[in-house]
């Protein structure tokens, strides 16, 4: 006891020299209250240097689980990057940002063509691409999202199947409405224009043909509830880079447009 005595406060080792084994042969008749007294200081002293332990460790738990989301959610973006190449070696374009009706009304996303490059064609099969997105029939589906598409730095998901991965879709990024690109199209470079977006401040239904405009990449909207001040973004060529919500607005047109003709420098 008295070679660990030093890590207690001064309070507490006199305490403790006041119940020391000379103290309890002198008073043999009360050797119980004193070893119930003796026990409850040193419980009391290693609870309360517990407690200061945790209260420390706290944040660096946070910190590693929030820098663990973020690598799974990088992960999933790398995934649909890579999707999204195969379909265009496949078709000699990427994907439309949708397939639109008649009328021009979008009906089909971006996400669901992809499907069968990430391997859930079981879903592509399933889906009526003779209904819109919304129909009875698929929306049965919305509850089988594929995991890909599940960003895990969101705590509270809106509803059933939604998904903070969009497409950046304008007429002069990388998705053009209904009008599918090519790389070769994107005259800026693809190592420099961004295809996705991790929008965690517009969760949509994944079938939902709704992705994130360059107006609203240009508001911050994909910043909100973003995850340790900023979010993540996946480039043409299928990197994936954290970029802060402090980035200068124009930069951020500059990186969603393929053919503006911008010298963009992505050391942000």
Not at 56 to 71: E, H, N
Not at 207 to 213: A, C
Request: hydrophobic share 40%; net charge negative.
């Amino acid at each position: 006891m008295r070679a660990h005595s030093r890590f207690f406060s001064p309070r507490i080792r006199m305490m403790l020299r006041i119940v020391s084994p000379h103290h309890l042969r002198r008073n043999g008749n009360s050797n119980v209250t004193v070893i119930i007294i003796v026990l409850a200081v040193v419980g009391f002293a290693f609870l309360f240097c517990g407690g200061i332990l945790v209260a420390l460790l706290l944040p660096a738990v946070q910190q590693a689980r929030a820098a663990a989301r973020r690598m799974q959610s990088s992960n999933n973006m790398k995934q649909i990057g890579l999707a999204l190449h195969n379909y265009h070696d496949t078709y000699g374009t990427l994907p439309p940002a949708y397939i639109s009706d008649e009328d021009g009304k979008p009906m089909h996303s971006w996400r669901v063509l992809i499907l069968p490059f990430l391997e859930a064609d079981y879903i592509y099969q399933q889906y009526d691409f003779n209904e819109p997105w919304d129909s009875p029939n698929n929306r049965l589906l919305l509850s089988q999202m594929p995991e890909v598409y599940a960003d895990p730095t969101v705590d509270e998901v809106p509803g059933e199947g939604a998904t903070a991965y969009q497409a950046v879709a304008d007429e002069s990024a990388m998705f053009d409405g209904a009008t599918a690109i090519r790389f070769h199209d994107v005259t800026d470079g693809i190592s420099n224009t961004v295809m996705v977006v991790e929008n965690t401040g517009k969760l949509v239904p994944w079938l939902k043909p709704d992705d994130t405009s360059i107006e609203e990449l240009m508001q911050g909207v994909e910043f909100q509830d973003g995850p340790v001040g900023g979010t993540q973004f996946l480039f043409g060529d299928g990197s994936v880079q954290f970029i802060s919500e402090n980035i200068d607005r124009q930069t951020l047109h500059d990186m969603a447009t393929r053919d503006g003709g911008e010298a963009v420098d992505r050391g942000f």
